[in-house]
């Protein structure tokens, strides 16, 4: 009778398990699943997708792959993913700029969003910033992994990531998914779907050159007005 009760609690925690994280979930865009914060279902080169923004409902997501198909049009866009999503001020996001050339080394964008302030002018270079081809008026596919305080973005078919990314700004966090895009016919949505898993093979992160001259710790005063401040005078430390 032991035996059968461990064999018992051994099927229960496989069950779970399997079901958590280890099966992929498809989402459509369609389903009651969705919170639909500026969003609307539409068709797209024969497809039913979403344009806009949109957040999964009830989920908590830490590691894993996200995957879905994205079409743009080529008009000025920002289009992308969100994760670990806490609230709607709060995330980690990757997006595109489809509307510049392959030149520009800021086409594909990672940040991360505190307290609703997009600050991607701090997010600069390797790791944060790369540069892409985008197909007009084609589905292409996007898949995001995951893992601990790192995450890879990979594009279509390719074994080759795109960007690494080796410090997410929110560090090692959990939350919600979603898309980020515009409602203008410019980016639309389609076959998203997540994976919930930790058995994922990262490369590994080589420590960042800090550039010479660059301010890393600071602290912040009181407030002081301008005119009784001497700019001659350093202030006492």
Known sequence: MYRNTLLFVFII??????????????????????????????E????????????????EFENGIIEMDMAVTGERSY?????????????????IRPHLPKTFQNVVQYEGTFNGLDSWQLYYG???TTSAVFPVNQWFHVKIEVLNNQALLYL???????????????????????????????AFFSNFSYLKTADLKFPPATESEIPFGMITEWEISQPVKFN???????PDV
Not at 44 to 55: N, T, V, Y
Not at 228 to 234: A, C, D, K
């Open 79 to 95: 289009p992308g993913i969100v994760f670990r999503m806490s609230d709607q001020n709060n995330y980690e996001r990757i997006y």
């Open 44 to 59: 797209f080169l024969g497809r039913k997708c979403l344009m806009g923004i949109a957040s999964l409902k009830d989920i």
């Open 126 to 128: 390797d790791g944060k």
């Open 156 to 186: 279509n078919d390719s074994t080759d990531p795109i960007m690494f990314i080796k410090e997410l700004a929110h560090g090692n966090s959990k939350g919600t998914l979603g898309v980020w895009g515009p409602k203008d016919g410019s």
């Open 228 to 234: 009784r401040v001497n700019p001659e005078v350093l």
């Open 13 to 42: 925690c496989c069950l779970y398990f399997s079901n958590n994280y280890c099966q992929k979930t498809d989402v459509p865009f369609d389903s009651d699943k969705w919170t639909l914060i500026d969003a609307e279902n539409t």
